[in-house]
Structure formats: C-alpha cells, structure tokens
C-alpha cells in the first residue's frame, strides 16, 4: 500500500463518523462544557450574570446544609425507588417468563404500558387516587371506615418513590427478562433433578443468575430517578425539592443560573461516579455470568 | 425381574397421543437406547420417568414401587442434559458438589467424592473452571459426573453427545461405554444417532411416532429388523419387490432373476430386505449394472442399477480388484441375510 493510500484509510474513519460526532460535541459537549462554566460565574438580584470565576456557587452548595439535605434526599428517593422495583420487577420477570404465550404477550403489554402513556398523566393519576381528602383511594377507605384521616401522599417522600417506583419499574422488568432469556431451559429440571425445592431453585440457581440483570436495571432506575424530574415535581412541589427540580427553580424562578448551573452539574458528577462504579463492581463480580 | 419398568405408558398433549402403549423392562445395570427420528416420543418418555411430565396413562416402577408417585426431586435419578444445563456461576466442583449439598452429605465426605466424580470422567484438577471456560466435550464430563456422583438408581442421557463434533462424539461413546461398565449403573440413554445407539448399548428400543417398534440388542434389530422402519432406520438397506410362489417345488422365493428355496410362512408378493454389505457379485442372482463406484478407504460403495430397483452394494476393500462403472453384475446373497415380510400395498 502506498504512502497516500495508507494516510487515506486512516484518515476514513473520521471522516465517515465527523457527522455523528460534530453533532455530539455540538449538543451535548458544548452545552455540557457551558454549563459546568457557568458554575463558577457570579450572580446577583439587580446584576444579573457576570462572567468570572469564582467558587461562590460551589461554597454555597458545600457549606448549606439545605444541599446536603437536598441531595441526601434526592439519593435516599433513588435507592428507595430502585430497591422497591427490585422487589417487586425480579419477581414480576420470572412469573411473566414462566406464564405461556397468551397471558406472556398480554402482561408484558400491561408492564410496558406505562411507557406509552406520559408520565405527567401518570402521577397525575396518582395524585387523583390518593391526593388528599378527595383521592379516591383515601375518599373509600375513610368511607369505609378504615382510616381515619387520609393517607398522606402529596408532598411526602413516600409518594413519591411509589409513583416512581410505578414510572421505572418497566425498566427493571424488561431487564431482569433479558437476563432470564439467557438462562438454560433445563436448568430448573438440572437442579430439581439433584434434589433441589422450589425454593432452593430459585434461591441458589436463578436468582445468582438473574442478578447481574437485576443490578443492571437497578443502574438504570437509579440513575433516572435521582435525576427526574416531572414526578417529583407534581408529588413533592415546591415543598419537597429534589435536585432535579431545585436546579429548574434556580434556573427559572430565581434566575440564579449560576446556583442551578452548579446543582445540575453536581448531581450529573455524582451520578457518572456512582453509576460507573457500581458497573464496574458488578462487572467484576459477575464476570463468570456475563462471559 | 425388571428394576426399572414401563408399563403401557401414554402422554397425550391435548388430542395428540405423542407416546403410545410403551412397554419396557429394564434389567438392574443395563444400558438401554431409545432410538428414533425427532418427534418420535423418545424425550417425552424420557421426561416421563424424570418426572417432569407425568404420563397420561400407564404406570413406571422402579423396584416395584410407583415412581410416578414420587416427586422428581426425591427421584433419585441421574440426568445429563442435551444442553447440559450446567450452572453457570459455579465451579466444576460447586457444579458436582450441588447434589449432594441437597442430599445433607458432610463436607469432608463431599469434597472427596467430588474429586473422585470429576477424576473418574478424567477432569481432575478442573475444579475450580467455570463452565463458561471450558470446552463442549469438558462440559459434557461436568454433567456426567454432577449426574452419577449422588449415586443415581437409573442414569438418563438426554442426547448427552449431540453437541459434539464427530471425533469427540466418539471418544466419548467409548468412555462413556467404559464408565457405565465399571459403576454399573442402570442407564437410558436417548439418541437419533443408530450408531451411537449401537455402539452404547446393550438394547435398543426403536422408536416411530410414539410407539415401540422393536426391542433388541443392536445386532438382532440391524440383523433381524421387525419392520421397514426399523431396518431403513438402521443403516442402508435394500428393499427388493419378491414373490413366494407355493406352486413350485420346493416352493421358491423369486426376486428378478434371483431365486431361492422359500422361507415358511408366507406367500405371494413379499418384500426382501438385504444389508449393503451382506450382497456380494457373483456369476448367478439379480442382473444390475453398476452406476457408480465410491471409494471410502477401508470400503467400497456401489450405487447398481437393478431389475428390481436401485441397489446399494458395499465390499470390504480387500485389495481384489472390483467391478468399474458401467460394468454389468449379478447380485447375490445367502438366504440367511435377508428378511422378508409381506409386500405392503400389494
């Protein structure tokens, strides 16, 4: 191959992917890049933005403890939330593996559902089931005479994992499946015909199994919901801040885009550490399953 | 007495009778083929002594007592799968180790055991591979010795050597032979493959759409087939158009130009079937012309051109010179090497 020939086949490469990247680096590395400079330009109410550098922002978010609460919160949501559609999507996966074609196709349409259907009206839902005096759950029950005052589920944390744990729970189920798929078709015969029960079965070969995708969907959930946005927002409103919401409030209400520059950029920090990490754990420990 | 039998056993899926009528007396350390073409019923009667299907009818017993009854964890039966059906996150040994981890064995007594499964399929110091890391052959050994180390009444092979390229196919056959032999376990082994069938076992059921063709050892179903199933099944054959004719004295079997003393029994058109290898050329028999001549090593195959039809001839290479393509021949035969059974249709 010649000189030329040999520079132009590596040249190729680029050439063929500058259209993906240029598009990537112009909406998404820039905007980035931006925002995390944005952090440390100063603000003030009659100012407005100044462009230097100073830590303000960032000494602000480390010395309140109104951000420490605030994102302690935001985290303790997500792994609430993660850990409920743990719970519940695993043993939802294997029933609905196990189920035969018809029922299969119809669960699996009844899981996903949600997806199509916006996640405003969903907690909206929510909201008009339990929603103070007047939700319905809360109206029958007090009816009922089983409780007496409604149960709290606007404006509590508690709500709010339960609406998002209902909006990701799609995510855990559709990835603890993908991990069962791969499963031999035997192996429960294998192990029964060792002399294994039932709960045996599922304890020491399907669940050591399944984990991997059991802790790749928790990645997923986790991630989107330490950093949702529109459930929080109707659940907890302004009195229940979660990071995501905090950073719109700064953005759009105060206009301290700087402050808000700041909390976005730390929960997107935290979240690539987290997330990454727990990756790699998984990764290594798992290795044998994943191969 | 039996140890093992099946006793008119049926599974039917909905209206499809998929296993019908099926008898079987299995002898305390015998090795028992079920052989047939895919569909037949061999991995559903299979199933049905595991227990992961219960049979419609009929009833199996294991040492007079009703296995049926018996849940197919407290079976107490060996299986190695088709596809093994190792556990993935474990060990060779954890893979061996489980059985008897469910069976409350101490540890000490365990390990030891363990080690001497693996050893025995010669897998000795693999004990800490994960399946994933080991080759098809080696995994197959892990679920042999996973299936024989909790001392199993009957083993049963799911066409345990089907995933297998045909060199390791057979090298396993004969350590398989070998390791059934000296542990003496009682074994059923399923395959489509006769001549892993034949090789393995000391009798073959021959199976066709969920019924019993034939029980034999491997020599008398390939020597003496019961029926055209079983000897198309098993090997090449040639199925010639005969007649019996009783006028004659002695009454004569007549197949073209090819004539012999007739068998007792029967009369009229009759089919006659002969091994490949069983029809030799001689100066009297059937006329036929040699179409083509294949040369296979150690034997020759001739595709003839026959009065009764396309034959098939093998001769042994014994270094004699051998007919050529085009060549005009006449086939013969002992009358011992044939079976004959009434023409269908005719």
Known sequence: MSMAAEERSARAPWALTAPALMLFVGVLVIPLAMTVMLSFHDWGQ??????????????????????????????RIAILTTLLTAL??????????????RWKSFFLLVILGPLLISVVARTLGWALLFGGNNGLVNKLLMTLGVIRSPI??????????????????????????????????????????LGAGPVTIIRRIIMPQIMPGVLSGAIIVFSLSASAFATPAIIGGRRLKVAATLAYDEFLNTLNWPLGAAVATLLLVALVLIVVGSNALIERRYAEVFR | MAYLELDRVAK??????????????????????FLGPSGCGKTTTLQMIAGFLDPTRGAIRLEDKDLTAIHPAKRGLGIVFQSYALFPHMTAAENVAFGLEMRN????????????????????????????????????????ARALVIKPSVLLLDEPLSNLDAKLREEMQIELRQIQRTIGTTTILVTHDQNEAMSLSDRIVVMSQGKIEQIGTPQETYEKPASAFVSQFLGKTNDFA????????????????????????????????????????????????????IFQGNHWLFQCESECGLAIVIRQNDGKPQPAEGEAVRLTWRPQDMSVRPRAGA
């Open chain 1, 46 to 75: 009659y100012k407005g933005i100044e462009p230097v550098f100073i830590l303000k922002n960032w000494r602000e978010i480390a010395t309140d403890p109104y951000y420490a609460e605030m994102f302690w919160r935001t985290f």
């Open chain 1, 88 to 101: 519940l999507g695993a043993p939802e996966a294997y029933i609905l593996n196990r189920m035969s074609g």
């Open chain 2, 12 to 33: 039917q899926f909905g209206a499809q009778t998929v296993v019908d009528d099926f008898s079987l007396a299995v002898g305390r350390g015998e090795f028992i083929s």
């Open chain 2, 242 to 293: 005969g007649t019996i004719d009783r006028t004659a004295t002695p009454a004569q079997l007549v197949a073209g130009s090819w004539s012999a003393p007739a068998p007792a029994g029967l009369s009229g058109p009759v089919t006659v079937s002969i091994r490949p290898e069983r029809i030799g050329f001689g100066n009297a028999g059937l006329n036929a012309k040699i179409v083509t001549r």
């Open chain 2, 105 to 144: 064995v101490p540890r000490n007594e365990r390990a030891e055991r363990v080690r001497a499964a693996l050893a025995m399929v010669g897998l000795a110091g693999y004990e800490d591979r994960h399946p994933r890391r080991m080759s098809g052959g080696q995994q197959q050994r892990v679920a042999l």
């Open chain 1, 152 to 193: 709290p589920f606007m404006f509590t944390e508690t709500g709010m994992v339960v609406a998002l744990a209902h909006v990701m729970m799609p995510f855990m189920v559709l990835s603890v499946w993908a991990a069962l798929q791969r499963l031999d078709p035997q192996i429960e015969n294998a192990a029964m015909s």
